[in-house]
Every structure is written in C-alpha cells, then in structure tokens.
C-alpha cells in the first residue's frame, strides 16, 4: 500500500514537472479555435454555430446554426468563460485575431489583438 502511494506520488511530482517546464501555447494553437469559436458563438449571439466552417464573420455578424462539431467541448470553454472574465477576454480575442489574421497583419498575435482592444475603447478591433 504505502509503495503504491509513494509511486503515485512520485508519478505526479514527473507529470507537474513536465507540464510545468513547458512554455505555455496561445489559444489559436492546433483545433482550439475551432472550439473557442464556437463557445464565442454561444456566449455572445446564443446560436451553437460551426464556429470556423461557416461563412459568417461572427465577430461583425451572427452565425447560422450548425452541429459540424459535437457540442460537449464548447460548452466546458463556455462554462469556463462565465467563471473567468479574463479567459472571457482571452477567447474574444483569440476569436478577433483568427477571423481578422488575413485582414490585418499576417502574423497578427493575441497580443497585438489585445493592444488593440485597450486602444479601440469599445472591445472591438479598430479598422
């Protein structure tokens, strides 16, 4: 018993390790934005959209329904987006920065997008 405790342990100790000595990943890393977008479709025009599959700048525009992907992810970034303002504002961004990337600056970052919502004065992107 006290072996198995002790392995557990320890297994956990390498896990935080590991996860902790690896530099952290933007939200637009892999499929998150796929995810986020629709979990900023919910939250804000209440419609569960494709998310990135459709044709609608949901940043400027409603989204039309659709079920491309299965509900159960977005709705845990929703949830989450209701407990923290500041992943609220993270997803929003990240949101703003996929759907403008080829309208603003090729290698547009979260952060630029960020800058520009301070500097915008509305939450929304200037220009």
């Known amino acids: 018993m006290r072996a198995a405790l002790l392995l557990g342990l320890l297994s956990f ?3 935080v390790a590991a ?3 690896r530099p952290a990943r933007p939200l637009s890393d892999f499929d ?3 995810y986020l977008t629709i979990a900023y479709d919910l939250d804000r025009h209440g419609v569960f959209s494709n998310g990135v599959f459709d044709n609608v700048d ?6 039309p329904p659709g079920m491309f ?6 709705l845990v970034v929703l949830a989450a987006m209701k407990l923290d ?18 309208r603003w600056w090729p290698d547009i970052s979260e952060h630029a997008c960020v800058l520009d919502h301070r500097s915008a004065g509305d939450g929304r992107p200037s220009g």
Do not use: W
Not at 69 to 74: A, D, F, K, R, T
């Open 32 to 34: 998150q934005s796929f």
């Open 19 to 21: 996860i902790t000595t």
């Open 13 to 15: 100790a390498v896990l």
């Open 85 to 102: 303002a500041r992943f609220a504002k993270a997803v929003e961004c990240t949101v703003i920065a996929v759907c403008h990337r080829a």
């Open 69 to 74: 992907l299965v509900p159960g992810y977005p």
């Open 58 to 63: 949901s940043t400027r525009g409603v989204p």
